[in-house]
């Protein structure tokens, strides 16, 4: 039996996916205010054992983990908004360590945490980024990169304790799913024909590779690592460009300088205070369209022998044909 809790997230449910397409039984940890998502097909999420339950209360937990071997940690939240930072670090840091303290209670057998580049650190001089990369505290640091890293922190202690585990740090994540949420906001985006690009470049991943990447880490006698998951670095001007190919709009054309970027953040934190909305960007998602960081993917593919990512440009294209047909286009 596999726990996976977020698992009405965006990359929750592809794990599902995969896991229930492999012969797992699946049990997974939604939210009551949770909904299953439209993509997730009606006969895999019908093989799902769904349970109420919050990663912050432990009592839930618990009774979520009867009877599970193994746990597969992808809940996470991903936030900018200052606004929301208490709630971020609550799920990211706590939520996690509730995870790997109840299943060392439980002597589950196997966890597998789905952590993210974040967790890393960025490069101020575009340095390539592997997994010995420590950790450093810096301004280039996002409040939801520490989040990770602490959160990530947990799963180390819990592994010295005892726990059986191995944790992924997936890069930016590209695929379907609802483009009003996540990263696949940036298909919506371009799909609206946002003018600007910026000179930053990050790692970008296919969200099925992912899932396979849990998968057959999960069922490898691999603990007490860590891996970046990533298909390609790829400047966010590139990718603007080949989605804009894919949906066939216009191409980002404005340069947006770092310069540009901070009166922009500024202005739409402004603007929330006034409309009670998210803004649409802020100081820390304006530093990172202004960074460049490298990831190095080749201890995956060392690990996992056999093992091959979907080129962004393929991952793009079926995407935005995907996106096209849910619009009805």
């Known amino acids: 039996m596999v726990l996976v809790t977020g698992g009405t997230g965006f990359l929750g449910a592809y794990i599902i996916k995969h896991l229930v397409e492999n012969g797992y039984p699946v049990r997974a940890i939604k939210r009551a205010s949770s909904k299953i998502p439209f993509y997730l097909p009606s006969h895999v999420a019908d093989k799902v054992e769904w349970v109420e339950a919050d990663i912050l209360d432990v009592i839930e937990l618990d009774r979520a983990m009867n009877g599970v071997d193994t746990i597969i940690h992808s809940a996470a939240m991903v936030s900018f908004d200052k606004n929301e930072r208490a709630a971020l670090y609550q799920t990211n840091v706590d939520g996690t360590a509730n995870v790997v303290n109840v299943a060392l209670e439980n002597n589950i057998g196997r966890l597998v945490h789905i952590s993210s580049i974040a967790a890393l650190g960025r490069t101020k001089n575009g340095e390539q980024v592997t997994e010995e990369k420590e950790w450093k505290d810096s301004s280039s640091n996002t409040h939801y990169a520490i989040s990770k890293y602490k959160g990530e922190m947990e799963v180390w202690r819990a592994i010295a304790e005892g726990l059986n585990g191995v944790i992924l740090n997936p890069s930016t994540i590209l695929g379907v799913g609802d483009w009003n949420n996540s990263?696949?906001?940036?298909?919506?985006?371009?799909?609206?024909?946002?003018?600007?690009?910026?000179?930053?470049?990050?790692?970008?991943?296919?969200?099925?590779?992912?899932?396979?990447?849990?998968?057959?880490?999960?069922?490898?006698?691999?603990?007490?690592?860590?891996?970046?998951?990533?298909?390609?670095?790829?400047?966010?001007?590139?990718?603007?460009?080949?989605?804009?190919?894919?949906?066939?709009?216009?191409?980002?054309?404005?340069?947006?300088t770092r310069f540009m970027g901070q009166i922009a953040w500024r202005i739409e934190a402004v603007k929330s205070i006034f409309s009670q909305k998210k803004p649409l960007l802020t100081r820390e998602t304006a530093k990172i369209a202004q960074s460049k960081t490298y990831f190095d993917n080749s201890k995956i593919l060392k690990a996992l022998p056999g093992f091959q990512f979907a080129t962004i440009e393929e991952t793009v294209k079926k995407s935005c044909a995907k996106y096209l047909e849910q619009a009805g286009k």
């Open 183 to 256: 990263s696949n906001a940036i298909f919506k985006n371009v799909y609206n024909e946002f003018p600007y690009y910026t000179e930053g470049i990050n790692g970008f991943v296919d969200v099925e590779d992912v899932a396979r990447a849990v998968l057959q880490l999960m069922q490898s006698n691999i603990s007490g690592q860590r891996f970046i998951i990533s298909s390609e670095n790829y400047s966010f001007k590139k990718l603007f460009d080949l989605i804009a190919e894919g949906f066939q709009k216009k191409k980002p054309s404005r340069l947006a």
